[in-house]
């Protein structure tokens, strides 16, 4: 990444520590979760400000959470910097206890309704929803949903408000990392036309690592995932039953909820050769998982973009989402057709370039707009 520049925030109080950034070693939310994010969104409105004399950003995008309360204190600065805030998953809304609040160093007035007051408490992403110029989301789909009840977790009457505001610009996959035809944690590399020879290897090499037994004719199942409520496997595992009896073999990588990773423990452990888990977080068997299965279970109850489906697309496993059933045993046994439609979804273009495209176009009009604001501010 020549020619970006990273910023480290030293707090060794909040980031030497085991566990993860968001939870201790027991996986609970540690309890100075709003200081230590407080603290990324001040670091961030800061240098937004001008806290670098070497260096001084045009506009501040936010992420998430995480960063919504830089844009609160951009606003409670009286800054003019356009900022953007953008939405990867709404169900995560860093929503504290009122009390909390005394430790923002935020204007009092901000802990309102028209600010970061969510049902008597606060949330950090709300901040972002309120508190940015213009609001994204991972794809145009989710920018829609939220905007309703069953998907806006309470924020959609918010979004509603804000809709002039929001856009949803589709994710992207980096090409360098995710292509089969280069990529050095396979086997062997393959590409549209080798799908028999590359993809068969990973296959193979898959099936010994979790030890499955090869069943030709029949599909693999693989899956890299949160095992989160959000993600569905809870179906899978209530229907397991079913899956093994019509032929199926699943390769599972994921970490998460501990009744899920018990659940799929048990399950590998009661289908010897037909279930593989590996509980914990692997880059490169997830590469060999995307390769190696011929399909790629998604059953999530909402997903906003989903990156796992747009690599398994690259590497030809097809995604298996959820609401369409056997689909995809039965088409498997017609082998014209699964090629067909393999290497019609290995040649979808999921690059970063369109994307780019338009987040250059968000941020030339944000700059554009404000450079207008200061010329009118400069003839009253
Ligand atoms: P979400 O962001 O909701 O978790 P996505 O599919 O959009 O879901 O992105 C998750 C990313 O993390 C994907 O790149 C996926 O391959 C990766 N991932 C998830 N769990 C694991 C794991 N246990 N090991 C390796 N990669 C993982």
């Known amino acids: 990444m020549s020619g970006v520049g990273v910023y480290l925030v030293d707090h060794p109080a909040f980031y030497d520590r085991p566990g993860s950034p968001y939870a201790d070693p027991d996986g609970r939310d540690w309890p100075d979760n709003h200081r230590h994010f407080a603290l990324l969104g001040w670091a961030a409105a800061a240098l937004a400000q001008g806290a670098d004399p070497e260096w001084r950003p045009d506009i501040l995008h936010a992420h998430d959470w995480h960063a919504g309360l830089a844009t609160a204190y951009l606003s409670a600065a009286g800054a003019a910097l356009p900022s953007v ?31 970061v007051e969510f049902y008597g408490g606060l949330s950090f992403l709300k901040a972002g929803l309120f508190y940015a110029d213009q609001l994204t989301t991972v794809s145009p789909t989710y920018a829609r949903e939220i905007q309703t009840p069953a998907f806006g977790a309470g924020l959609d009457g918010l979004l509603r408000s804000r809709a002039d505001a929001l856009t949803g610009i589709l994710n992207g996959v980096d090409p360098a990392i995710w292509s089969p035809e280069n990529d050095t944690l396979l086997p062997h590399q393959y590409g549209l036309d080798d799908t028999e020879g590359g993809k068969a290897q990973a296959k193979k090499v898959l099936q010994r690592r979790l030890a499955l037994d090869d069943m030709p004719g029949l599909p693999l199942f693989g899956a890299v995932t949160r095992l989160s409520p959000q993600k569905g496997f809870d179906l899978l595992l209530a229907t397991f039953p079913e899956f093994i009896a019509s032929g199926g073999r699943l390769a599972l990588l994921g970490s998460g909820d501990a009744d899920l990773e018990t659940g799929f423990a048990a399950a590998a452990a009661a289908y010897p050769g037909r279930v593989g888990i590996v509980i914990g ?3 490169a068997l997830s590469h060999l998982i995307m390769a190696g299965a011929d399909v790629i279970l998604v059953p999530s109850r909402f997903e906003p973009c989903g990156l796992t489906q747009l690599y398994a697309l690259r590497y030809g496993a097809l995604p298996l989402v959820r609401r369409t059933g056997g689909l995809a045993v ?6 014209a057709s699964w090629q067909r439609v393999m290497r019609e979804a290995m040649s979808q273009d999921f690059s970063w370039g369109a994307a780019a495209r338009q987040y250059q176009a968000l941020y030339t009009g944000l700059a554009t707009h404000r450079a207008a604001a200061a010329q009118q501010r400069r003839l009253a």
């Open 85 to 115: 805030f953008t939405v990867h998953n709404l169900a995560y809304q860093g929503f504290f206890p009122a009390a909390a609040f005394a430790d923002l160093a935020l204007p009092p007035g901000f802990f309102s309704i028209d600010g």
């Open 281 to 283: 977080y692997d880059e």
């Open 330 to 335: 039965a088409l498997y046994a017609d082998r």
